[in-house]
């Protein structure tokens, strides 16, 4: 004797007839669970609660008919894998045909041969056992490669705060120039989204990307000196060449970065579109609209869409925020200085967008505001990277 014996199947058997509830029901017991309703609604009701294997089903029924119970139970997520069988005295082949388009996976004509209905049971409850196996296969699946995705992405993370970070602590700028201008970033990503010539690029997983990416805009900082980096007067000429290679930097280590993830971790993770915004932000995000800017000397399009929106948040920050070697500009002369840019240095469209979220932008500046400590601590390690006691 099984101490634990294999736990029976459940079918539902709906008709209006007692007599064929009678018959049919009696004919299943010994080997299922039988559940019996004598009209469509209560069919539905006890399909959505039990949740039967599989369903035999009359069609002439009062109120809801079978048909329409057909179509209700697979129009619901949570019956629509459940097998029904039409059970029936209609016996022409329209009918028949009707009920397999509603997704029945059967229809067998009375009167009843034993048989030959516990046999297609039988057939059909194995059936939706395999299906019922490959869906959860499945689900398994998609769970895990969702799981590993999200280990991927916070990976990404880390490594992006942590080469961030490093930049930072080098920099004048504090840690809270980084959030602000990433949410700057998908702030006018978000607005521009609809508009012409940026709908197709800014999809919602492309900025997030973005935003993801923003942090990484000056890592190539690492590379320039500190006498150069936290210089707080005007560069000479050769100092300003040196202070311009640090987009090439960023880009080359990110590129090496992209080189030691390798093709597997592009397939697994996505990185190829992240290494490949990162890069564009990194080395672009200092041309300007007029083709003045540096390293590249683009002009108007020839910028990635990435380079022009950090273009937009990095100088806002830049003029909106304190630094050790000036005070924070008031964001009305700000926009009046970036307005003034308006088709030389800046997309002329961002700028429009600029001034329509000045309200938002404005609160995220007061949200990730920097403390008096954060700009204590950055003048004090200024100071001593440059030779100069602090007092």
């Known amino acids: ?7 029976k199947s459940t079918i539902l058997v709906v008709d ?26 209560r069919a539905i009701d006890l399909a959505q ?8 089903l009359d069609i002439m029924m009062p109120g809801i008919d079978g048909y329409e119970v057909c179509a209700m139970l697979k129009t619901d997520p949570q019956t629509q ?4 069988i039409f059970l029936t005295s209609q016996t022409d082949a329209q009918n028949e045909e009707l009920g397999l388009q509603l997704g029945a996976v059967d229809y067998i004509t009375r009167p009843i041969r034993p048989g030959i209905l516990l046999s297609r049971v039988r057939a059909h409850l194995s059936d939706a056992a395999s299906s019922r196996a490959v869906r959860v296969s499945n689900e398994y699946l ?34 809270n120039h980084l959030r602000r201008t990433q949410n700057y970033v998908r702030l006018l990503a978000q607005y521009m989204q609809s508009r012409d010539g940026y709908a197709d690029f800014l999809s919602d997983a ?10 990484l805009h000056d890592i190539g900082k690492v590379g320039i000196p500190d006498r150069i980096l936290l210089k707080p007067g005007r560069y000479t000429a050769d100092e300003y060449d040196l202070m311009k290679r640090h987009p090439t930097l960023g880009r080359d280590a990110l590129q090496n970065a992209q080189r030691l993830a390798g093709s597997a971790a592009e397939q697994a993770g996505g990185t190829a579109d992240f290494f490949g915004i990162a890069k564009e932000i990194t080395f672009c995000h200092h041309e300007k609209w007029d083709g003045s800017g540096y390293p590249q000397g683009l002009r108007g399009n020839q910028i990635p869409i990435s380079a022009r929106l950090m273009a937009i948040a990095d100088v806002y920050d830049a003029l909106t925020s304190a630094r050790v070697y000036k005070p924070a500009m008031s964001q009305a002369k700000a926009l009046e200085i970036m307005v003034d840019g308006r088709g030389t240095f800046f997309a002329p469209e961002l700028i429009d967008a600029l001034l329509a979220l000045k309200s938002e932008f404005h609160h995220i500046s007061l949200h990730f505001a920097d403390s008096e400590e954060d700009l204590a601590e950055k003048a004090e390690f200024a100071m001593s990277a440059i030779g100069t006691p602090s007092t």
Request: charged share 30%; glycine share 4%.
């Open 1 to 7: 004797m099984d101490i634990f014996p294999p736990v």
């Open 81 to 84: 894998h459940i097998p029904v």
């Open 206 to 215: 492309m900025i997030d990307v973005l935003y993801r990416c923003a942090p």
């Open 49 to 56: 609660r039990e949740r039967p294997d599989l369903i035999l």
């Open 142 to 175: 998609e769970y895990e490669v969702a799981k590993r995705s999200r280990q991927l992405t916070a990976m990404q993370d880390v490594t992006i705060l942590a080469m961030a970070s490093l930049a930072e602590t080098r920099d004048t700028d504090t840690g």
């Open 16 to 41: 209006d007839e007692v007599t064929n509830l009678s018959l049919v029901a009696g004919l299943l017991r010994d080997q299922y669970q039988v559940k019996v309703a004598k009209d469509g609604e």
